[in-house]
């Protein structure tokens, strides 16, 4: 079973417009990770937010934490074709090392 | 600074042949992970290497696997007889101590085996 799942398969959505992905959690954590994987490419990091914070921004990235439910959103405001890619949520059981990641979301984002 | 490096990109294996797949962590990281995604199960742990030592391979399919670390700059993941099943991209990603958990992985080894 999954430690962290993403919410929804995939999204679709037009250059400009705002999107969020959101992400459910199974055990105690200490921190969440959003990571973004573009075609062809590894994934990579774009947000790792403690369990002790409730938001985290990068640019036009914005992570949410809410440990008494379990959940994480990832939001992207102003998004681009480039925001193209997978988007995972990632976490480790607390004091762990295995990173296990969600199934991802697949965001398009149309011209 | 070079990010994890992984060769070969590709590789075609015949049914029943061997593979063997690269890794070049950053320099500086002790932590070694391998992975491997599929369509169907996405992002699947494998193993973990921290300061060259083998720590878990829990998720390495027993007979036909196995990872290595014989120094600090490279991992190599072996498969034996490989079987169409093993058609995946293989992902190795790095971690420095202290770093959170944070991965940093390189562009994954398409292995396809016909």
């Known amino acids: 079973s999954q430690l962290a799942e993403e919410n929804l398969w995939a999204l679709s959505v037009h250059e400009g417009e705002s999107v969020t992905v959101n992400c459910s959690y199974k055990t105690s954590i200490t921190a969440l990770q959003w990571y973004r994987q573009k075609s062809g490419e590894g994934p990579a990091q774009l947000i790792l937010?403690?369990?002790?914070?409730r938001e985290k921004r990068n640019g036009r990235l914005r992570a949410t934490l809410d440990t008494s439910s379990q959940s994480s959103s990832l939001s992207i405001t102003a998004t681009r074709c480039e925001d193209t890619a997978v988007y995972f949520c990632?976490?480790?059981?607390?004091?762990?090392?295995?990173?296990?990641f969600g199934s991802g979301t697949r965001l398009l984002v149309s011209p | 600074n070079a990010g994890v490096i992984q060769t070969p990109r590709h590789k075609v294996t015949g049914k029943g042949q061997e593979a063997t797949l690269w890794c070049e962590p950053i320099s500086g990281h002790s932590a070694v992970f391998w992975y491997r995604q599929t369509i169907v199960q996405g992002l699947e742990f494998l193993t973990y290497?921290?300061?060259?030592?083998?720590?878990?391979d829990s998720g390495m399919p027993k007979e036909r696997f196995s990872a290595q670390m014989p120094n600090q700059s490279h991992s190599t993941l072996k498969i034996q007889s490989t079987q169409p099943q093993d058609s995946a991209v293989y992902l190795c990603?790095?971690?420095?101590?202290?770093?959170?958990?944070?991965?940093?992985f390189g562009e994954g080894s398409r292995l396809i085996v016909v």
């Open positions: 937010i403690r369990s002790n914070e």
């Open positions: 990603a790095s971690s420095s101590p202290g770093g959170g958990n944070t991965l940093y």
């Open positions: 990632a976490t480790a059981r607390t004091g762990g090392y295995k990173v296990v």
């Open positions: 290497f921290r300061n060259q030592a083998p720590i878990d």
